[in-house]
């Protein structure tokens, strides 16, 4: 199994990944037309932003906000990733964009909701809260 997806943020943009199955995916769906659709831009962010995406040979795809978008310049040839990041809502997948990947062998989920027993830091980062011990324990 492989996993793909890095963390994102590369201002100036970055190249495609070639050796990256489903980036090539991507490119092989939608490219053509990412490269003059805004729209289609917008939806396949949205569909990276937040989801699971695994192969039927058992690899998987996931996406951080930035990384999402530094795929979309890429595809584009030109930009970063600001150019797309949350530009439309995170973690929505269209029935375009999930139709086609699932022509590529890539079905989506969502990623789990966090628990809300367990607190949560600052930019969602799970804490580990100790207690402190007492004389009973």
Known sequence: ????????GFKGGR?????DAFEMAIERCFGAKMRTDD???????SALANIIWRHENGDEASYTFRAGGDLVAAVRGRGDYMDWYMK???AT???????????????WERHPEPDPN?????FGVRAVVRKKPTEND
């Open 93 to 107: 997948v269209s029935d375009t964009v999930a139709q086609a990947m699932k022509s590529e062998g890539w079905a």
């Open 1 to 8: 199994m492989v996993k793909y997806g890095e963390l994102g």
């Open 15 to 19: 190249p495609m990944n070639e050796d």
């Open 118 to 122: 367990i607190p949560q830091g600052r």
């Open 39 to 45: 729209e289609l831009c917008r939806q396949v962010w």
């Open 88 to 90: 439309s809502d995170a």
